[in-house]
């Protein structure tokens, strides 16, 4: 059996130079749906499709309550990136799958706001929240895949420090698509 790790406590709330990271209350699904709704045409090329409802408070906010109790049960992080004010959402680091026992290990994905690219602000949100993986959440392992066009993610992955390991086909349904991804890995410096 796999072991999982309870997170009961405070959820985590992680201050950088510009951001607050953070799991945000169900009460704050609008400004998800105005992160969502205003990059909708930005991020199509990167993401699976989505529902209608992907774009309504509804939806996001019992997707909110899911996340939180997601990461009560040990089984994902997922942040949302914001100013200190927390007047809106900026982008989104989701840590998932997280699968304990031998693994210890989870996958990342993320996405910025459209008009905020090219300032660091991503570089900076994940520094801050992969060093909360490692030294937080005990794991051992974060695998990010990219997709060989998607330079920008690519060029980010290698500054932070994530290390091509192969190349899959026909890993994600991404767009309608099944598309091939480079695989790459940040281990934790702990274990080294
Ligand atoms: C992938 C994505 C998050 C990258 O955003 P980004 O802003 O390029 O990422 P970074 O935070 O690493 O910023 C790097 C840029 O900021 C610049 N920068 C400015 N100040 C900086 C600082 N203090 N530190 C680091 N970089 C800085 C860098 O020079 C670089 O600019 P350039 O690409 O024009 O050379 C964004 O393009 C995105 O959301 N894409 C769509 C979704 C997506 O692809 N998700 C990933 C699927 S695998």
């Not at 989701?94 to 090219?118: K, M, P, S, W």
């Not at 309608?176 to 274990?191: C, I, K, M, S, Y």
Request: hydrophobic share 40%.
């Amino acid at each position: 059996m796999v072991s999982r790790k309870l997170f009961p406590g405070p959820l985590p709330e992680i201050s950088t130079d510009r951001l607050l990271l953070k799991l945000p209350d169900s009460g704050q699904a609008p400004l998800m749906v105005d992160f969502r709704s205003s990059n909708r045409t930005f991020l199509e090329p990167w993401e699976p499709r989505r529902p209608v409802e992907f774009y309504s408070n509804a939806y996001w906010r019992l997707q909110l309550q899911r996340q939180q109790r997601d990461y009560r049960n040990g089984t994902s992080l997922c942040l949302a990136l914001m100013p200190p004010d927390e007047s809106r959402i900026v982008g989104v680091c989701n840590y998932t799958n997280i699968v304990r026992g031998t693994f210890q290990a989870c996958h990342l994905g993320y996405a910025l706001d459209e008009r905020l690219q090219g300032q660091g602000l991503m570089f900076e949100a994940l520094t801050a929240a992969n060093r909360f993986v490692f030294s937080e959440l005990g794991l051992n392992r974060i695998m990010a895949n990219y997709l060989p066009r998607n330079t920008r993610s690519g060029q980010l992955l290698e500054r932070l420090g994530f290390v091509v390991e192969g190349h899959a086909r026909r890993l994600l349904q991404i767009n309608g698509r099944w598309e091939d991804h480079v695989l790459t890995a940040l281990l934790n410096p702990a274990n080294d």
